[in-house]
């Protein structure tokens, strides 16, 4: 008989193994191996069974064991010594401390996923997977961050396969007291917040926690029993639903995790937020909250208290592609955030002019959730250095006085967890261990290490994931419907001593699964070469609303399928990190060929690098940037070539060309192959550092932390600063249009201009009553410049103000140097200009002459 609820009974354990709660409740054991090791010492059949999950090993262990292990003392000495290290970690001096200085009271970070360990399947790919690594190496840092999410009671759908090879969804039932969190309590009653709806409702949630190292996460679930059917149905899974059902869960992430941000400092006694970070515009609505509170709690108006939020929040985005981004109708926003429902003190109109796509291209009739995040945010970024290029176009409608170049979107290139996703054995032949991914040299000892050494590991590291490799196959073919009578064959699928490519990552067209069919008798002659075959575990998901993308995993698993390759190619259903954990170091290659410049950053390949493995990538994303012949192998682009088959045969062919001339001879180059291991070597000593997700966080505090805490501070000690803000700002926009550059003339030039000459700039600006020349930055651009007189490569030199006119008219003057040979150029243009503007083209305003006769765009010398 089917039960009508489930739920789970944690144990009472004895008294000298309390012990084993606190690690359980802290996720730091999900990347410290020697936690890890505790655990499976409880018992180690029944660890391996649970999948590596402590909250089962401890409910299904017999009580029996535990009166064994409370009397062991040397499992207690290994339990005491654990806990003293956790305590250590979580209480401890480190880098923010030490180094930084303590810049920042504490951030705020949203998600819609978080990726930190498989037994919290709370994520669906690449950006939960990031979430999760953000605050690990936040922790292993010591950076106060708090983290914030929904508790999805179905989180992703697991994948298996029919007969057929169609993709099938499951989604289990997520049971939080099966989880290692615990609720946010306020004295005995749990902690929960809401938000109203339309009609007077309430969308309530109670809050979990998940501590992760020194970082809580905030996870809102709203299946409590207060919330209407609906609403209980809020956070019932990851990326699913209508139109709407986003809407509510964007809502609940942004509004009412700000909320539960508060009731978590007043219950735990810390800090709050200087700065809130937005990872990507699922959580963008978080701004709309705190312009609330300002507006309500503190008085301040509209601008005034937008200028004070806008300073401390980040927003980063993620989507190199506008189908990537959550738009609504704005009339669905207008119900949800009328006075009504939302309450007093936030125009509806304002909230709708911030996500509105009113710029060239736009539709006005949306609104965009990636346009509002950057609108309330003063500082923005991408995920690589050409992700940045990428964004800095996508958006440029949102500054149209400036070149995409100008638009005030950084880059910080996104990085991964070391502990995390470093096999032991790698570990064990570097420093890694040592210093939980937060050193520089931590790769130092592997000079230390033989070849012989590192193509043993490897080879070791192999065979681990090929043994877990066979036994996922074997379990996906019984559930399609073979017996086990038929799958003998499965024992022998793959072999340890062959060139190991891997493949693995979500399932949308442009990542390209199936590129490697483009000729499936050249790919078949590769993996059945009698001296240099290869051999590629594939793995992904297609969202279950992608039947494009079901129909690619389909065509994959029937090429796999084929009795001629099928101990040569497979694919593995349920991509997660259980999965991905033994896959980075089991593989040899990792190979990456999405549509150039789709792929915002990428990760994947980042942990094959830790791992040893080389990368076989399209130059997208962080390869882009950080490509060099000794980590692996660029895939020829054929970018620009419009005709998408076309394209699509011409890197298939290059990447076909790499792998049979180059990838594979120099993998086989005898029993220990000295270059191949000298690239391995390489790749992680000098890639390493890079790709490290304790850079990434440094990165973030240096570069976008610190300085949105210390423009909030300049403005939320009394708001007099930002009101003084949104008073200028309303100033400049009105006066805008009557600021002119009337004139520019150079002086010094000669005849013939030289190499090294400096000559003298001369703008005549002419000013609106009410603008001062203090609220201009009047700016020569020069450099080179193209066949149409675009500089490229423009530096910006500030003009200092000589003299003022009765009319209200400026002389503004400067000197430039001839630095470079060949076609030169130069323009003026002037910004406004305040103290407390993050960037010159935060407002999207600049003027430049308006005719020729003035100065052209690119006057060569």
């Not at 006075?339 to 009739?365: K, N, S």
């Not at 494009?548 to 390759?565: H, S, Y």
Request: aromatic share 8%.
């Amino acid at each position: 008989m089917r039960a009508i609820r489930r739920f789970s009974v944690r144990p009472v354990l004895p008294e000298p193994l309390t012990g084993l709660g606190t690690l359980v409740n802290n996720l730091r054991w999900a990347w410290h191996p020697d936690t890890q090791d505790v655990f499976e010492a409880v018992d180690a059949q029944l660890w391996r069974a649970t999948g590596g999950d402590p909250v089962r090993l401890l409910g299904e262990v017999s009580a029996a064991r535990l009166e064994q292990l409370a009397g062991d003392g040397a499992f207690l000495r290994r339990l005491e010594l654990a806990v003293a290290d956790l305590n250590e970690y979580v209480e401890g001096q480190r880098w923010f401390q030490t180094e930084a200085g303590s810049p920042v009271s504490a951030v705020a970070y949203f998600s819609p996923e978080f990726g930190i360990t498989h037994v919290l399947p709370q994520y669906s790919g690449g950006l939960g997977i990031l979430a999760g690594d953000h605050l690990k190496a936040a922790s292993d840092l010591g950076v106060p961050l708090i983290g914030v999410g929904l508790l999805y009671r179905h989180g992703y759908f697991g994948q298996s396969l029919n007969r057929e090879g169609w993709q099938q969804e499951r989604y289990p039932l997520v049971d939080p007291d099966g989880l290692p969190i615990t609720q946010l309590r306020d004295g005995d009653e749990p902690a929960t917040v809401s938000v109203t709806l339309p009609g007077g409702r309430k969308l309530g949630a109670q809050i979990w926690v998940a501590q992760v190292g020194r970082v809580p996460l905030l996870m809102l679930d709203s299946d409590i029993e207060d919330n209407e059917p609906a609403e209980r149905e809020v956070t019932d899974r990851l990326y699913g639903g209508t139109t709407e059902h986003r809407l509510l869960q964007e809502l609940l992430l942004g509004v009412g995790g700000v909320r539960a941000v508060r009731e978590y400092c007043r219950i735990a006694g810390t800090p709050a937020p200087e700065v809130f970070h937005t990872n990507e515009g699922h959580a963008g609505f978080l701004g709309i909250e705190r312009i609330r509170e300002l507006s309500v709690d503190e008085g301040l108006d509209f601008d005034t208290a937008l200028e004070v939020a806008r300073a401390g929040t980040v927003f980063t985005t993620h989507t190199p592609v506008p189908a990537g981004i959550d738009r609504f109708p704005q009339e669905l926003i207008q119900q949800h955030f009328s006075p009504e429902a939302f309450g007093e003190g936030v125009p509806v109109d304002r909230i709708l002019a911030l996500g509105c796509e009113d710029f060239e291209g736009g539709d006005p009739a949306v609104f965009n959730m990636a346009v509002m995040g950057l609108r309330l945010a003063q500082r923005a970024n991408g995920v690589s250095q050409l992700h940045g290029v990428v964004s800095r176009g996508m958006f440029a409608g949102l500054w149209p006085s400036f070149d995409p170049v100008d638009v005030p979107i950084s880059s910080i290139t996104n990085g991964v967890h070391a502990p995390t996703w470093v096999a032991r054995e790698i570990s064990a032949l570097t420093n890694a261990a040592a210093s939980e991914g937060d050193s520089e040299n931590m790769f130092d000892a592997l000079d230390q290490v033989s070849d012989e050494q590192l193509w043993d590991t490897k080879r070791i590291l192999r065979q681990r994931f090929i043994d877990d490799t066979r036994a996922r196959v074997r379990a996906s073919w019984v559930n399609r419907g073979a017996s086990e009578a038929e799958l003998g064959w499965v024992d022998e699928i793959l072999d340890p001593d062959v060139l190991t490519m891997g493949f693995a990552r979500r399932v949308p067209s442009y990542k390209r699964l199936t590129l490697m069919l483009r000729d499936p008798a050249r790919l078949k002659a590769m993996l059945l070469h009698p001296e240099r075959p290869i051999q590629i575990v594939i793995a992904g998901k297609a969202h279950p609303a992608d039947e494009g993308g079901k129909k690619l995993i389909q065509e994959m698993v029937r090429f796999a399928d084929d009795p001629e390759v099928r101990h040569r190619i497979v694919f593995v259903p349920d991509y997660d990190i259980a999965l991905a954990q033994p896959m980075y170091p089991g593989t040899d290659v990792w190979l990456n060929n999405p549509l150039r410049p789709y792929e915002a950053c990428g990760t994947s390949g980042m942990k094959a690098a830790l791992n040893g493995g080389l990368n076989l990538s399209i130059r997208d994303g962080w390869w882009d940037e950080w490509y060099d012949d000794e980590f692996g192998w660029a895939i020829p682009s054929a970018e620009g070539v419009d005709d998408v088959d076309r394209r699509d045969d011409l890197e298939a062919k290059a990447l076909y060309d790499l792998i049979e001339k180059h990838v594979a001879p120099r993998f086989y180059d005898g029993k220990t192959p000295a270059r191949w291991i000298e690239m391995l070597r390489h790749t992680i000593k000098e890639l390493g550092p890079k790709v490290l997700a304790t850079r990434m966080v440094r990165d973030y505090v240096q570069q976008l932390y610190v300085p949105a805490a210390q423009a909030s501070h300049k403005l939320n000690d009394t708001y007099d600063g930002a009101r003084d803000l949104a008073q200028w700002k309303a100033r400049i926009r009105a006066a805008w249009p009557e600021v002119r550059v009337d004139h520019v003339e150079l002086q010094g030039l000669g005849d013939v201009p030289q190499l090294g000459t400096t000559v003298g700039v001369r703008a005549f600006v002419t000013l609106p009553a009410g603008l001062k020349p203090t609220d201009l930055d009047v700016q020569a651009l020069h450099g080179r410049v193209d066949s149409s007189d675009e500089i490229t490569d423009a530096v910006a030199v500030s003009l200092h103000l000589a003299e003022s006119y009765d009319d209200n008219r400026h002389r503004f003057e400067g000197d430039l140097k001839l630095d470079r040979t060949g076609a030169f150029g130069y323009t003026v243009r002037a910004l406004p200009n305040h103290p407390l503007l993050a960037t010159s083209a935060e407002l999207g305003l600049a003027t430049a002459p308006s005719t020729p006769a003035d100065v052209s765009p690119g006057t060569e010398f």
